[in-house]
């Protein structure tokens, strides 16, 4: 078996039912799938047992990127011996070049932390272009920004132990893959050769390697600590991939600096003829000196907004994006390329953002072109439609909660089923054709739509035993005193409460309030940084604040067990914030807490609120009706607490997160040695690892520091203590000098546990 499912426990509740019924119906050949799972059901490892039984690699899209990080997290865990993956877009963190004409106002790419997430999505398409079993969880932001996967493959760089070839040979070929000669310090992209020693510094990697050279050519490849530069492994082979994701022939790369001349002057012409002089003489300035860097360096500021020109595309023609390296991975190692998966969580969030992503995309490249900031052809650097991306992917699972009219219409169509009546105002195929109908005819449910469509597979029963919280409307006269009463009692407790309103003025006004009121209490809405967001959760989960007010941001993908109270301000308010899905995802914020309870303050009872406490009330009776047949007695989940600046740490210092045995994942690491020796010579495998004449699997480049003693088995087996604890110090002083003050503290605890075991 390719992916191997590692885990203590297996299915429980009714996880087994929807396994199967979704295997079976993906073997079946049906194109796409509805996972209704509620709240707390184990989502995640039921995606984890399908990828397992289908052995197919996957696509796990999310709607926000923090969701898509502890999906990361989670999937790390589970599939710890395969190559699992996260892939970002710079505009998940950053805001990306715009124009604003009523401002004139220009707003340069934001490059401050971008060689982190360059360097996840160079692992993500280097296994997929030389490993069988990957697994990505990414955003909605894959569907656009890179190159053909075969230019990747045929882009790149094998060294042998044995192999005759001249150092500066290999220098000349580096360079040529865009790689970055230096002679002092090094960075991820950067070369350096001293005498017979050439260093190479792989963007996908955490760690750099080292090149031996002797009379008969390369005498050691080796992989080395990134700060003292101490070997960690040696290899046989190097598999070395290009230093930038735009790369191509010479013969291409100087055909597309001439079109790129050709399309300028051109544009030049039509500024002037419109008497558009200043947006001439931007356009002249700004693309002349891309092209000169280009001429240079082989690489610019922007160089994806000439993607077109270097892919060889036909205007208007799809810009190629990760479903496509999926499709050469699905045909290169699995029989044909769609031999792979595509998981759509919060299907029915992420659904729209990949309808609206190229229109959006479209809107801020028309402000850039047409005052002169870039050429026309920037706009087939491009996400992919939503008629592109649905006619692209083979088999595709929407899961969601709350699964969304286009998903359900979409479901009913793959399987010929008739169409129910209530959604013939929804676009068909997945957003892709016109409606039958302009406006929504009767006012049917989500329960009521559900009971007309077949093959919905369902996931209601927690195998925690948790309930669905209780429900509680309150007028809305006096509604902030209440709260703050209700907070007080959850605070006693040690628990956390979320608010939701309606507006960004209110949420920072109730914040504020509660603050001034003794309670520890933060906003949380969309002007807020994203990595801020992301901290005050963590908060949140820590006790550093009791409450958070928000506004649409706590709604999918929160996953608080600490939380024992949500209250929703205007909840009859019928409208995008206020219907049923937006309702019952805010209500699920309270069931992984034993305590859990919602109050709707309302002065009447909406028709969505009327739905939202109906389908709550019947899943917390069918919970409690499986509880007292098996004896269950619900707990609050219980989840490891947050480190506090760990996202913007590990985005900084180039740690991707947490492996299995509890020491920083390395970027593209290879897979270990239970259930998959021999794999890697059989797919002849290399991203990220090299093959040694054994095996590869016996030399993972890992630091020494991802592997410090949890307990005191090393004295317990005569152990040389002074040995252990020079080694510790070692790695303690390492991880300070990385930044990373967290681990250094905790190995210097672990110093002193074993100095004083043995006094």
């Not at 190995?747 to 100095?755: F, S, T, V, Y």
């Amino acid at each position: 078996m390719m992916f191997v499912l590692r885990s203590e426990y297996g299915p429980a509740g009714d996880q087994q039912q929807a396994i199967d019924s979704l295997v079976e119906q993906i073997e079946g050949g049906q194109e796409r799938c509805v996972l209704l799972g509620v709240t707390g059901s184990g989502k995640t490892f039921a995606m984890a047992n399908i990828i397992e039984k289908l052995q197919m690699p996957t696509l796990i899209l999310s709607h926000n990127k923090t969701l898509a990080r502890q999906l990361w997290q989670e999937m790390s865990e589970l599939f710890p011996e395969n190559a699992v993956e996260y892939f970002v877009s710079y505009y998940d963190y950053y805001q990306p070049e715009a124009y604003i004409p009523g401002r004139d106002l220009y707003i340069d790419k934001e490059l401050q932390m971008n060689e982190r997430i360059e360097q996840e999505r160079f692992s993500t398409v280097a296994s997929l272009v030389s490993r069988p079993d990957v697994i990505t969880i990414g955003t909605v932001s894959s569907i656009y920004g890179l190159n053909p996967p075969e230019v990747f493959e045929q882009n790149h760089l094998r060294l042998q132990v044995g192999q005759s070839i001249d150092p500066q040979d290999v220098v000349r070929e580096l360079v040529g893959l865009q790689y970055k000669r230096t002679t002092g310090g090094m960075t991820r992209g950067d070369i350096r050769l001293r005498g017979e020693v050439l260093d190479i510094w792989m963007p996908s990697r955490d760690d750099p390697m080292r090149v031996r050279f002797g009379w008969r050519g390369i005498e050691k490849i080796q992989i080395c600590e990134a700060i003292s530069w101490e070997v960690l492994d040696d290899f046989e082979e190097a598999w070395i991939h290009p230093r930038e994701f735009y790369m191509t022939s010479e013969e291409s790369f100087n055909e597309a600096l001439e079109d790129i001349e050709h399309e300028l002057d051109g544009r030049i012409d039509w500024f002037q003829g419109k008497g558009m002089d200043i947006e001439a003489h931007r356009l002249e300035g700004r693309t002349r000196f891309d092209l000169e860097m280009l001429t240079e360096i082989g690489s610019c500021k922007g160089v994806e907004n000439y993607s077109r020109h270097f892919d060889r595309r036909q205007q208007g023609e799809r810009a190629y994006c990760l479903l496509d390296f999926f499709s050469t991975n699905a045909e290169k190692f699995h029989g044909g390329d769609d031999r792979y998966l595509v998981i759509m969580d919060e299907s029915h969030v992420t659904l729209p953002q990949v309808g609206g992503m190229h229109g959006g995309d479209f809107s801020r490249k028309k402000n850039l072109i047409d005052h002169g900031f870039r050429l026309p052809s920037a706009y087939d650097n491009r996400p992919l439609r939503i008629d592109e991306f649905q006619s692209i992917v083979p088999q595709m699972v929407y899961v969601s909660a709350t699964p969304g009219e286009r998903e359900l219409r979409h479901l009913a169509e793959v399987t010929n089923q008739e169409v129910p009546k209530g959604l013939l105002h929804v676009q068909g195929g997945g957003g892709v054709s016109t409606p039958e109908l302009a406006k929504k005819v009767g006012s049917s449910t989500l329960e009521g739509t559900l009971s007309e469509i077949e093959g919905v597979v369902k996931m209601e029963i927690r195998p925690t035993g948790l309930l669905d919280p209780r429900i509680v409307v309150k007028g809305i006269e006096g509604q902030v005193q209440d709260l703050m009463s209700e907070i007080n009692s959850r605070v006693e407790r040690d628990e956390r409460v979320l608010v939701t309103v309606m507006t960004i003025k209110f949420a920072e006004e109730v914040a504020g309030y509660l603050e001034r009121n003794g309670i520890k209490a933060h906003y949380l809405h969309s002007e807020i940084d994203t990595l801020e967001r992301t901290e005050i959760i963590k908060a949140l989960r820590i006790g550093h604040i009791d409450v958070i007010v928000g506004i649409n941001l706590l709604r999918e993908g929160l996953d608080i067990p600490e939380v024992s109270l949500v209250a929703i301000f205007d909840a009859d308010k019928q409208g995008f914030l206020r219907n049923e899905r937006s309702l019952l995802q805010t209500i699920g914020r309270a069931s992984r807490n034993e305590n859990g309870i919602v109050i709707l303050y309302a002065d009447s009872i909406s028709p969505s609120m009327e739905a939202a406490m109906k389908q709550t009330t019947a899943r917390r009776s069918r919970q409690k009706k499986h509880n007292d047949e098996h004896g269950i007695t619900p707990k609050t989940i219980q989840k490891p607490l947050p480190v506090m600046g760990q996202e913007v740490g590990d985005l900084l210092a180039g740690a991707a997160g947490k492996g299995s045995g509890g020491g920083r994942r390395l970027v593209a690491k290879a897979p270990g040695k239970k259930g998959l020796d021999g794999m890697a010579q059989k797919f002849a495998l290399g991203a990220g690892m090299w093959n040694t004449s054994d095996s590869v699997l016996d030399n993972v480049s890992q630091p020494e520091w991802a592997e410090v003693p949890s307990g005191n088995s090393d004295i317990e087996e005569g152990g040389d203590l002074s040995r252990i604890v020079e080694k510790l110090e070692k790695e303690m002083r390492a991880a300070a000098a990385r930044l990373d003050f967290e681990r250094a503290a905790s190995i210097r605890d672990r110093i002193i546990q074993l100095q004083s075991a043995t006094n």
